[in-house]
C-alpha cells in the first residue's frame, strides 16, 4: 500500500471496496488523490467488465466458401465508465489496441493493431482451405485512462483490460460449377 493510500481512506464504490486506511485527518494533495485513484484502477483492469469487441464476418449469414477471402473486423469503439472516488467523479476511458484473430481452423492467430473495416475497404481477410464449421474468436487488449473531476487531465492506467469475443459459427463450404446444357 503506498503512502498515500496509508493517508486516505478510500469509500466503497461500484468497483469493489477500498482499503481500509486509518484516516489521519489530513486533507490530500492533488498527488496523493491521483496516485491513490490510479493505483486502484490499475488494479481493477484486470478484472474490470468491459464489453468484448464482436467479431463481424462478411459475407454474412454464417456460410462462407471454402478457397474464397472472408472479411474479418471489429467495432474498435472506446469504452467510458464513470463513479466517485475520494469525492471526485472518475471517468475511466478504455481503448481496443491489439486484436488476436483466431479463425477457427487451426490456422495461426493473426495479431494486429488494425480493427479491419467492412468491404470494399477490407484490410483482414482470412482464407479457409477446407469445409467444416469453424467458431472464430477475438481478443481485444485494452489500455486505459482515467478522467478525476477538480484535478483535470488525463492519466494513464498501468496494465491492460482482456476480452474475448466468440463469434458465431460459420460453416465453411465446397462448391463446385457444374455446367448443364440447355439450361
Not at 28 to 53: G, Q
Not at 137 to 162: K, P, S
Request: hydrophobic share 40%; with cysteine; charged share 20%.
Amino acid at each position: 500500500m503506498s503512502d498515500a493510500e496509508r493517508r486516505i481512506c478510500i469509500p466503497d464504490f461500484d468497483f469493489g471496496e477500498g482499503p481500509e486506511v486509518e484516516d489521519l485527518g489530513e486533507q490530500p494533495s492533488e498527488v496523493d488523490i491521483v496516485e491513490v485513484i490510479l493505483a486502484r484502477m490499475e488494479r481493477e483492469m484486470a478484472s474490470f467488465t468491459i464489453a468484448p469487441a464482436p467479431v463481424i464476418v462478411q459475407p454474412a449469414g454464417g456460410e462462407v466458401l471454402v478457397g474464397m477471402y472472408t472479411i474479418f473486423y471489429t467495432d474498435p469503439a472506446v469504452q467510458r465508465f464513470s463513479t466517485t472516488l475520494l469525492d471526485h467523479g472518475v471517468v475511466l476511458e478504455v481503448e481496443p489496441v491489439l486484436y488476436e484473430w483466431d479463425f477457427g481452423d487451426g490456422s495461426e492467430v493473426f495479431v494486429t493493431s488494425d480493427p479491419g473495416r467492412a468491404y470494399p475497404q477490407h484490410t483482414i481477410t482470412h482464407t479457409y482451405t477446407t469445409s467444416g464449421t469453424v467458431a472464430p474468436e477475438l481478443t481485444t487488449r485494452w489500455v486505459g485512462r482515467v478522467w478525476i473531476e477538480g484535478i483535470g487531465g488525463w492519466f494513464a492506467v498501468r496494465g491492460q483490460g482482456v476480452t474475448l469475443d466468440q463469434g458465431d459459427p460459420v460453416e465453411a463450404v465446397s462448391k463446385q460449377n457444374r455446367l448443364v446444357p440447355g439450361v
